[in-house]
């Protein structure tokens, strides 16, 4: 078992760089362009790694923790999610809040990353970043906290392979993370309607400004991490709805194709949708943490 | 125990010896410094013997056996505090050495090498004390020292008021420990901390009244929010040594006496007591967190965020005191515990922060975050500890915080899986507060240490020292790994911790099902550091495929230095978001007319519990014992008539 994990593990950390390519399929097709080709970031990847950095005179050995400490969050993170029932790599009583904490260290290391630049741009892209991250932390933990109740687990493969009877019962708590989390994961990914990974004005960007002083293969790693975060925080998400009771292998591709599926359903979502006003982020972001919370409240009625 | 002895004696008299030879600063420095060194060295020493033997010390040596004085008492939970108090004594009186070295004025400078001493025996002290009168006779020595301390440039009216709020803050809770020990003490005909428990057990004193005594009157010490107002006043003020010492190890003997508290109770604790101390610790880590990233004066920050973590461990001990009264032996050890490791973390991490802010106000003359900037390239040693240890005190990984606030979420997580709702809806407050506060810490310890230290220097009027002396540098690169330590020798370090529970609780406990969790902890915490150090290694193969430039400015000409996003720029979203708490008083003249002269904009926050509870509470206090002046009449007469009336009541009294 611990073999199909690693070679699971290996998987995903190889295909992972598909799931922005399907994206940004989905959204030329919604706009009737041809787009690039799905395998463009495996490209990107081999050519920015080849390429001469070009630092800032003011950065200092910050800038390139940063990026480093963001691809490190994501590959240990990966280690933590379940692609079957049989679990994760990485599985202890409560291990879901080191993984929360890991991706709030990548935060604060490319908060820091960005700060070390001196550009205003950045200052004011990092500093959107860690007020939006505070809002968006409680909903994820807080569906973490509902799932948790309803399988009566502490750890993230219990609480991701609810019993389907426990499933059918919760249902409505279910529902409810599943939207609280949807926000969130769009957030947490900088898409549309929150942020638009593709703006190209320094003004309206949040995540995108806090690296754009990045170049080369240290840009490559934040590609390569982002890829990566797409399928850490996504596959929590799929794994709200029950996975069927086949074998390890064809859970991980039903996992896969779950993942592809909700990458179609953000470029989609990215093709209908205009972006938020920045002041109404917060608000859907509390929305989210409060429906999140909604959901925790609904497991106290015994059942 | 006669190391104690001795390490106490060390203190004072090398502490006295300072004081005396004041014309030779070298000597007076050398005494002063060499004692505080060896003394801290002793009580370590002590402090380590205790906790891993497990063997308590209470009888004295030698001749002083004879007096039957049962005065002092180290047992574990002693033991621990004993070895945080000497590890940070330690490295703070090294920096402190080097803070004052310049220093001209000698009286002062010797007057403070001796209360520094006094601090640290006092401090000693309270922790080993075994008897009331001499727990309080420790107590103020450590309360008169630290307000001396903090006194040290009183010139500044600032400082000065600052002083005035710690020395009345801190004797308000005094008095309730007074109370608190003359009703306990009466009933017991003994100050005997060992005849307590009886008392407590035969229900001659209500267990009730003496915790909410002990609550007001520790907490003040520890700076539970509403608690806390003289914590912002009196760390900036006060020299960074002193502020490392207090923030480090002085507030934590308010949880030490709770912990002293708990360990004389016959019997669990009734479920209000560990909801109440829940409620304390989520407003004061929340409200902490909240004032401390909307501050402008990095010390000020520092000193709420000491309000933030103070929560987070009453969190913890609250936790743990519902897991006691339920039975719960795996949320009690994980509550009680957690918060001991986060104690001794904070201990590490905040020492080292407020170090980390006298080498900056050293280098560059001022605390104001929104001047300052790019600071490491002159302090690379004190800013790799700054920022790294931001990281930890936000309770990141890879660094020791993770693993307490781990603990401390997880005895919350247990509570929340039972299926009685009295544990679950206290432990999602708990687990709700620290998530909510984790998030903002991030953005305060950004804010702290990533504009002080990274980007360019925001006022152009300053100019930043490069830092030299390694007494100022060295001390906080040894903090911060002794942070990063904690977080890889979690579990080792845990069950020490919990045989001090079980030692304050008084029975075998079991830690078992924690420690696979701790032990993966350590284990991937270990594969950060790992990981992080081969990315570099790859990248030194390419070093000469690099070139330097200016940052990204957009095509702009001229960028500035004082472009840059400021302290209170960055926080803008959440201050404003959170103004209705944080009532920030703002004043703003917009340039105006044809030709605008300049416009000037100022913003200041100040402390609700502060300005909604204390001032109004002693403005009534002013006005009832204002009345008291009618009687005060300036006429002898007068007041012959008053002595010879009261001589008349007691007179009838008597009879």
């Keep these: ?303 | 125990m006669t190391w104690l002895l001795v390490s106490l004696g060390i203190f004072v008299g090398g502490g006295l010896a300072a004081l005396m030879f004041w014309r030779h600063p070298r000597i007076s420095a050398g005494l002063g410094v060499g004692s505080a060194l060896a003394g801290s060295l002793a009580a370590a020493g002590t402090g380590l013997r205790v906790l891993i033997s497990g063997v308590t010390q209470s009888s004295l040596p030698g001749f002083l056996r004879k007096l039957d004085f049962p005065a002092l008492y180290i047992d574990q939970l002693a033991a621990l505090f004993l070895l945080v108090i000497a590890l940070l004594g330690f490295f703070a009186s090294i920096y402190g050495w080097g803070y004052f070295a310049h220093d001209r004025r000698r009286v002062r400078t010797a007057f403070f090498r001796f209360c520094w001493n006094l601090l640290l025996a006092g401090m000693i002290l309270v922790v080993t004390s075994a008897q009331a009168i001499l727990f309080l006779i420790a107590w103020e020595l450590m309360t008169l020292a630290s307000f001396f301390l903090v006194l040290h440039e009183g010139e500044a009216p600032a400082s000065r008021r600052a002083g005035w709020t710690y020395l009345i803050a801190t004797h308000i809770g005094t008095s309730f420990l007074l109370a608190m020990f003359v009703i306990l003490g009466g009933a017991a005909g003994s100050l005997d901390f060992r005849h307590f428990t009886a008392v407590l057990s035969r229900g001659a004193v209500s267990p009730n009244l003496v915790f909410v005594l002990a609550l007001v009157g520790f907490g003040t010490k520890a700076g539970f929010f509403p608690l806390h107002v003289w914590l912002p006043e009196a760390h900036p003020a006060a020299p960074s040594p002193v502020s490392a010492l207090m923030s480090g190890v002085m507030i934590k003997t308010g949880i030490y006496a709770l912990f002293r508290l708990f360990s004389m109770l016959p019997q669990p604790p009734p479920f209000w007591w560990g909801t109440v101390l829940i409620a304390l610790g989520g407003v004061s880590a929340l409200a902490g967190v909240i004032y401390a990233l909307a501050q402008q004066n990095l010390k000020r920050l520092l000193a709420y965020s000491s309000v933030e973590n103070m929560g987070i461990i009453a969190l913890g001990i609250g936790m743990g005191l519902l897991g006691w009264s339920r039975g719960e032996a795996l949320i009690m050890i994980a509550g009680f515990g957690g918060g001991l490791l986060h104690l001794l973390n904070h201990s590490l991490c905040k020492g080292l922060l407020f170090i980390g802010a006298g080498s900056v106000q050293h280098a560059a003359g001022t605390l104001s975050i929104d001047r300052l900037g790019g600071l490491y390239r002159f302090l690379p040693r004190t800013g790799l500890a700054f920022l790294a240890g931001s990281a930890a005190i936000s309770g990141l990984p890879p660094f020791g915080m993770f693993a307490s606030e781990f603990l401390i979420c997880f005895a919350a997580l247990k509570g929340l899986l039972q299926p009685s709702l009295g544990l679950a809806v206290p432990a999602l407050v708990l687990l709700v507060t620290i998530t909510l506060t984790g998030g903002l810490a991030v953005v305060c310890f950004t804010k702290a240490a990533g504009l002080v230290f990274l980007g360019e220097t925001r006022d152009p009027e300053l100019s930043p020292v490069k830092e030299k002396d390694r007494r100022l540098s060295v001390p906080p690169l040894i903090l911060i790994a002794g942070s990063a330590m904690l977080g890889l020798a979690a579990p080792l370090v845990f069950p020490v911790l919990g045989k001090v529970v079980a030692a304050v609780i008084g029975g075998p406990l079991s830690d078992s099902l924690l420690l696979p969790s701790l032990r993966w902890i350590a284990a991937l915490m270990a594969l950060i550091w790992l990981m992080m150090g081969l990315t570099f290694l790859i990248r030194r193969g390419g070093k000469k495929r690099e070139k330097s430039t200016v940052t990204w400015d957009c095509g702009y000409i001229r960028p500035d230095a004082r472009m840059q996003y400021t302290g209170s720029s960055f926080v803008q979203p959440v201050t404003s978001t959170l103004d209705p708490l944080l009532r920030a008083t703002h004043r703003v003249k917009l340039p105006q007319g044809f030709f605008p002269q300049a416009g000037e904009f100022f913003s200041q926050t100040g402390d609700a519990a502060r300005e909604n509870f204390y001032q109004p509470l002693f403005s009534m206090f002013a006005r009832v014992f204002g009345k008291l002046n009618a009687i005060q009449e300036g006429r002898v007469q007068v007041y012959v008539l008053y002595i010879a009336l009261a001589l008349l009541v007691l007179l009838i009294f008597a009879v």
Aim: net charge positive; hydrophobic share 60%.
């Design chain 1, 1 to 303: 078992m611990t073999v199909a994990k690693s070679v699971f593990y290996l998987l995903g950390i190889i295909l992972a760089p598909v799931i922005p390519g399907i994206i940004n399929r989905t959204k030329a097709v919604f706009s009737g362009r041809k787009g690039q080709p799905l395998l463009q970031l495996y490209f990107d990847l081999w050519k920015l790694f080849h390429k001469k950095a070009v630092y800032s005179r003011t950065t200092s050995i910050f800038f390139r923790i940063g990026p480093r400490l963001g691809l490190v969050a994501a590959l240990i993170g990966l280690a933590f999610v379940p692609w079957s029932r049989q679990g994760a790599i990485v599985s202890f009583p409560g291990d879901f809040l080191l993984l929360m904490y890991l991706f709030a260290m990548s935060r604060f290391f490319t908060i820091l990353a960005a700060l070390d630049t001196g550009s205003s741009f950045a200052g004011m892209g990092a500093s959107r970043e860690a007020f939006f991250s505070c809002l968006a932390e409680p909903a994820w933990f807080l569906g973490f906290l509902a799932l948790a109740r309803l399988g009566g687990s502490s750890t993230l493969a219990g609480m991701l392979s609810l019993p389907s009877a426990a499933w059918r019962r919760g249902l409505p708590e279910v529902l409810l993370v599943g939207i609280a989390w949807v926000i969130v994961y769009l957030v947490e990914n900088a898409r549309i309607p929150f942020d638009d990974p593709n703006t190209h004005l320094e003004l309206t960007m949040i995540h995108e400004v806090m690296v754009l002083d990045h170049s080369a293969a240290e840009w490559g790693l934040i590609q390569a991490g982002s890829a990566l975060k797409l399928m850490v925080l996504g596959i929590p998400l799929v794994r709200l709805l029950t996975i069927p009771a086949i074998s390890p292998w064809g859970q991980f591709a039903w996992t896969i194709a779950a993942l592809v599926v909700l990458a179609v359903l953000v470029g989609v979502i990215e093709s209908v949708a205009a972006r938020l006003r920045l002041l109404r982020i917060p608000q859907m972001l509390i929305a989210a943490a409060a429906i999140a919370l909604l959901a925790v409240i609904l497991t106290f009625g015994g059942k």
